[in-house]
């Protein structure tokens, strides 16, 4: 099964607004509003920054925003901070009760 | 505070079989779902399988269905994958993940992941 689609590397600048994108199709992305995004540094586990498309868990940053058009999901990041370099994922419910990851961006500030 | 603890992982040859672990402290585990999910080493996250509160529902990635099996001990505030014959591309690490009750089963991997633990098929 295939992976969601997500730009390989984005850059910005600290203070800068960027939106990374995450790709799929009418069977998860733009069939449910169940997309994920996490955060990922280096060694690190992956940590959850948005889930159900918009919704920010308990304690997390309101500088990540979540949104989605059709089959395409987006994570905001505002005021872009020196520890926003991470890895980025996004995961959709898809059919056949399965969940699909994005094959990652690499976020460069 | 919330912990997921893995164990279980090594080296193993291919085709040989392995247990992971995972022990959870600081909720009230049996009313959460869990997921696994697995990373190859410099590679992207791949969701293994998802076992919902109470052991009722289970469901497996199709490219390792059939060689894992899922399971929870409440009583122990754990769950479990055990992996059979497995291959060269099931190397990586592998995380357990806490999917709150209020989540659909499979909307998200889960809020609060563990350290994982690595897993090395080679000869």
């Known amino acids: 099964q295939s992976a969601l689609t997500q730009p390989a590397s984005v850059s910005g600048s600290p203070g800068q607004s960027i939106t990374l994108s995450c790709t799929g199709t009418?069977?998860?992305?733009?069939?449910?509003?169940?997309v994920s995004w996490y955060q990922q540094h280096p060694g690190k586990a992956p940590k959850l920054l948005i889930y159900?498309?918009?919704q920010r868990p308990s304690g997390g940053s309101i500088r990540f925003s979540g949104s989605k058009s059709g089959n395409t999901a987006s994570l905001t990041i505002s005021g872009l901070q020196t520890e926003d370099e991470a890895d980025y994922y996004c995961?959709?419910?898809?059919?056949?009760?399965?969940?699909?990851f994005g094959g990652g961006t690499r976020l460069t500030v | 505070e919330v912990q997921l603890m893995e164990s279980g992982g090594g080296l193993v040859k291919p085709g040989g079989s392995l247990r992971l672990s995972c022990a959870a402290s600081?909720?009230?585990?049996?009313?959460?779902?869990m997921n696994w999910v697995r990373q190859a080493p410099g590679k992207g996250l791949e969701w293994v399988s998802c076992?919902?509160?109470?052991?009722?529902?289970?469901f497996y990635s199709d490219s390792l269905k059939g060689r894992v099996t899922v399971s929870r001990d409440d009583t122990k505030n754990s769950i479990y994958l055990q992996m059979n014959d497995l291959r060269a591309e099931d190397t990586g690490f592998y995380y357990c993940?806490?999917?709150?009750?209020?989540?659909?089963?499979?909307?998200?991997?889960?809020?609060?992941w563990g350290q994982g633990t690595l897993v090395t098929v080679s000869s």
């Open positions: 993940v806490r999917v709150p009750p209020d989540f659909d089963w499979l909307s998200s991997a889960g809020d609060s």
């Open positions: 600081g909720f009230p585990f049996k009313f959460y779902h």
């Open positions: 076992i919902s509160s109470g052991g009722t529902y289970i």
């Open positions: 009418s069977s998860d992305v733009g069939g449910y509003d169940y």
């Open positions: 159900d498309v918009t």
């Open positions: 995961s959709s419910y898809r059919n056949g009760t399965t969940l699909a």
